[in-house]
Structure formats: structure tokens, C-alpha cells
């Protein structure tokens, strides 16, 4: 017997994607008043099945964003990406790194505001690995896709992202939306 497949209309509301009855409700929105390498989302509730980031995000110099979880820095984390830009196609493995890095070709940079989608499924079952999709909804120097793991089975109640070496600018702003019955 095959599989059937219900497929979701997609509707858009005050400019977040989302599928037809799976309700995002903001959780916190965090706006950069000074340069910081770091912004943290702490003491996230567990009643939602999934989160979604929302960065829009501008560097004080060329840098990548990575995610950590539960302020764990140990090399518990991998991501696949797979990436283009019109010319070159990439993929990459990395595992047992000590953070997510949420892209391949986009670096964050000062001129433009780099915009980015990052879906944390079932991120409260404390039975499974964590897993994240990454996706940048605009691209300066190329597209592509992120998974990402963070092997641990702890709920998630914190995300730190964090500058890969220099610093979110001023502006940057991240909101965070839970999403109830995904």
C-alpha cells in the first residue's frame, strides 16, 4: 500500500512562513543596542514542539554564525551543507565540533543585512538527538542549506549564536517563535 502524503497549504503572516494551522507564537526578541559577540536566549519553556530563529543580522566584520545549546562547549555538535553560488556547488560534512556553523558561503558582513531562517525540531523530547535547519533567505555571495546535530537528549532551554570570531553590529536583531503542534 503507498504512503499518502498531506501536503500543508503555506500562508504568509506578518512575514513568517508557515504552514496552514501550526501557530507561531513570539517568544522573545532580542535587538542589538551595542556590538556583541554573542546574543543568548535562556529559560525557553518547553511547551511548543519546535522553535524558529529569525536573524536578521549585521557583522562589525566579516564572521559566521554558530549555535550552541545549554551552554554546552564540548565537541558534541555536526552539520552536512550543501551550497551553491551560480558557479561552484559545495557539500561538506564536520562533525565533533564544539558549535553549530550555520553556513557555508555566507558570511555576515558589514554593507547588508544578512537575513536567516533556523528551525530547532522537537526541541524539547528528551528522548532524541537535537536536530537544525539553517536556511539564509538572502545571499551575497551564494545559497545553500544547513543540518545541524547536537548529540545530547537534554531539552533545549538555552541557545547562545554566537560571532565566529568577530562581532554582531549594532541593529542585529533575533526573535525567537515556539511553534505549537508542528
Known amino acids: ?7 500543508c497549504p503555506i500562508r504568509r503572516e506578518g512575514g513568517i512562513t508557515m504552514a496552514a494551522g501550526n501557530t ?15 546574543v543568548t536566549f535562556s529559560s525557553i519553556s518547553g511547551s511548543y514542539t519546535d522553535l524558529v530563529f529569525i536573524g536578521q543580522i ?16 564540548a565537541s ?4 552536512v551543507v550543501l551550497a551553491g553560488n551560480g558557479t561552484v556547488a559545495a557539500s561538506e560534512l564536520r562533525s565533533t565540533r564544539t558549535a553549530i556553523n550555520t553556513d557555508y558561503f555566507q558570511t555576515i558582513q558589514t554593507n ?11 526541541y524539547s523530547n528528551s528522548t ?4 537544525v535547519l539553517c536556511r539564509p533567505d538572502n545571499a551575497a ?17 538555552s541557545v547562545n549564536l554566537l560571532a565566529d570570531g568577530n562581532s ?14 508542528a
Open 168 to 181: 554582531f553590529d549594532i541593529g542585529t536583531t533575533f526573535s525567537l517563535y515556539g511553534i505549537k503542534a
Open 128 to 131: 532524541t538527538y537535537k536536530t
Open 1 to 7: 500500500m503507498a504512503a499518502i502524503h498531506t501536503i
Open 112 to 122: 547588508f543585512n544578512y537575513i536567516t531562517t533556523i528551525n530547532i525540531m522537537n
Open 58 to 73: 549585521k557583522g562589525t566584520a566579516a564572521t559566521f554564525l554558530n549555535l550552541q545549546f545549554n551552554g554546552d562547549t
Open 76 to 79: 558534541n555538535y555536526s552539520r
Open 141 to 157: 555571495n551564494g545559497t545553500g542549506a544547513t543540518v545541524g546535530l547536537w548529540r545530547s537528549t537534554s531539552a533545549i532551554t
Open 24 to 38: 507561531y507564537e513570539s517568544i522573545a526578541t532580542q535587538t542589538l543596542g551595542s556590538a556583541a559577540a554573542s
